[in-house]
């Protein structure tokens, strides 16, 4: 059994067929009726305008020819000519009781995701790309695709070479540096550059040689790369992403292609010098001033940059990876970035137009003062310490309640309310950081859907065995049984707009539906087959919350 709805429309479409030889897509919607499972279509009425016919006689002809009496009650012809169906409420129940399931694909998605920077803490800008990576890969997965995840690490550029030429002056050896050390040295580093000519001819030197694999700077470099993955990681783990080191594939990945992307670019005629820089102008984009903007690919002093790096990600991914969908969650300020890495990948033959690639962007996490979050001292906030500082806050309301693992279900919860805060808003929208709503029991939280899931779960435990959905008397069931039957169409249509808010919007949805549930129906205190029914809609209840708070990457507590 597959979901309702389009199985309607199937048998809409061929009654049009039948009646009047032509394919129309009949565009049910649900009726304003206060029950659900009644859905109204104006095909008639299209049919009517299109032919010249009398709407209500082409729905009394139509429905003569629609086959939907296993799904449905006898339709019904309304007003100028709507036809009304309504579920057989076995229909419903066939549909939760057997749920859609996916099948592959065969497509593989890239995923270019968290790419934090080495020598820096990650902050809360990560946060949003690990949060909204994590829940598309996994809901791109459940639908089938094959997914391979990339982390796209900032590890290469100028800066190393400042700071392993500031390290080796000050006699420092690379091993005796954490991340924070490596922060401090790379502030200094930097003031060093600015203020003396002669440490910044070494530090271009000491590039030319990290690049070229000079073993005594790439050790050191290597040492760099490392204590800053190892930090990552553990902010991955705290986090609960899926994230793996496999998975990274720094900047540094593609040094050997650079010079490669170059020639061929030049071969192509696609570059032109300005300023003694290697730059593609594409058509169309121009800056503020009306100025042709320039995608550099070689710097004036013969460096590679980001976008050179860009451009041979793209093709690895496509020519190695083998990707049929690129997918690239980074914040909304490099949307131009992108456009013109997509555009001049296009240009030169690297991205066929049957792979589509796309920027999923996202707004900022602003601070209680809306402007964005910041320490008091006008730093960057620490990613650990902001999750920390939520675990702290979900343990805290944890306070005296019995039969709970207290550690690890703050942790759920805690973890869960960021992340399920950062998610449910349109992603590019702006959104406050705050605790005190993001923890809260009641409304579109984390918190919130753990608890239905929880309660549930209780439930169910006192409840005993459970078996099929037989029967859908009360409207608020039917309600709620209507909803979980959308479970697939949603993960799917996640997958294809890569917007992770319509999952939280449908689950919040199921978890309202599920309170008036409650309100209107007995369950345990119910007898025979409609307690049996019922708690065979809690199970199936219970199982979409799990795998949809499953997909977002937030756990979901048996008790809390
Ligand atoms: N590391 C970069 C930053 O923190 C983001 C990298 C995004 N991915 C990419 N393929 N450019 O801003």
Not at 90 to 109: C, D, H, I, W, Y
Not at 240 to 250: M, T
Not at 489 to 501: D, G, K, N
Request: proline residues 4%; hydrophobic residues 40%.
């Amino acid at each position: 059994m597959s979901a309702v709805l389009p199985v309607l429309s199937t048998r809409l479409s061929a009654a049009a067929a039948a009646a009047f030889g032509t394919s129309y897509d009949p565009e049910l919607r649900s009726s304003t009726k206060p029950e659900f499972g009644h859905y109204q279509s104006n095909l008639a009425l299209r049919i009517g305008n299109a032919l010249g016919l009398s709407p209500r006689d082409v729905a009394a002809r139509l429905v003569a020819a629609l086959r939907i009496e296993d799904l449905c009650r006898t339709p019904e012809i309304a007003g100028p000519g709507f036809i009304n169906l309504t579920l057989l409420p076995e229909t419903l129940a066939k549909a939760v009781n057997e749920p859609e399931s996916f099948t592959s694909k065969g497509q593989r998605v890239v995923v270019d995701y968290s790419q934090p920077n080495v020598a820096k803490q990650m902050h809360v800008g990560h946060l949003r790309s690990t949060v909204i990576g994590d829940a598309l890969c996994n809901v791109l997965e459940f639908a089938g695709y094959d997914v391979v995840r990339q982390n796209h690490v900032g590890d290469w550029g100028t800066q190393y070479g400042m700071m392993i030429e500031q390290l080796l002056e000050e006699g420092i050896a690379a091993e005796s540096l954490d991340l924070e050390g490596l922060q401090r040295l790379y502030e200094r580093s930097r003031k060093h550059f600015d203020a003396d000519g002669t440490f910044a001819g070494k530090a271009r030197l000491r590039v030319v040689a990290l690049q070229s694999g000079d073993p005594e700077t790439r050790a050191m470099w290597r040492h760099m790369v490392d204590v800053s993955l190892d930090d990552f990681d553990k902010v991955y783990e705290l986090l609960g992403s899926n994230l793996e080191r496999a998975d990274v594939v720094g900047e540094s990945a593609y040094n050997d292609d650079l010079p490669r992307v170059v020639a061929e670019l030049e071969q192509q005629a696609l570059l032109t010098e300005s300023d003694g820089a290697m730059c593609a102008f594409l058509p169309g984009f121009l800056g503020r001033d009306g100025d042709p903007l320039p995608v550099i690919v070689r710097k004036s002093d013969g460096g590679f940059g980001y976008s050179a790096t860009d451009l041979a990600a793209v093709r690895h991914r496509v020519s190695t990876l083998h990707a049929d969908r690129i997918v690239y969650v980074v914040d909304h300020r490099q949307a131009l970035h992108f456009d013109m890495i997509f555009t001049l990948a296009r240009t030169a033959g690297w991205l066929p137009t049957t792979v589509p690639a796309e920027h999923v962007s996202f707004g900022t996490v602003l601070g209680p003062n809306g402007k964005p979050f910041k320490t008091r001292e006008g730093g960057t906030v620490k990613l650990v310490d902001l999750l920390e500082s939520a675990v702290a806050r979900a343990d805290a309301l944890l306070a005296g309640r019995e039969g709970v693992d207290r550690a690890a279900t703050a942790r759920a919860v805690g973890i869960g309310a960021v992340k399920y805060a950062d998610l449910s808003s349109d992603r590019g929208n702006d959104y406050v950081f705050d605790l005190d709503r993001m923890v809260a029991m009641t409304g579109n939280t984390g918190p919130y859907l753990q608890y239905a899931h929880a309660r549930l779960t209780r439930l169910l435990s006192k409840a005993g065995a459970t078996g099929e959905l037989t029967e859908l008397k009360d409207p608020a069931e039917q309600r709620l049984a209507l909803l979980l039957t959308g479970f697939a169409a949603t993960v799917e249509q996640v997958a294809e707009t890569l917007q992770p808010h319509r999952l939280c919007t449908y689950l919040y949805d199921v978890a309202s539906a599920l309170s008036s549930f409650y309100e209107q129906c007995p369950v345990l205190s119910s007898e025979g087959a409609t307690r049996a029914s019922r708690i065979a809609l809690c199970a199936a209840t219970r199982k979409v919350l799990q795998d949809g708070l499953g997909l977002l990457g937030i756990e979901a507590p048996d008790a809390m």
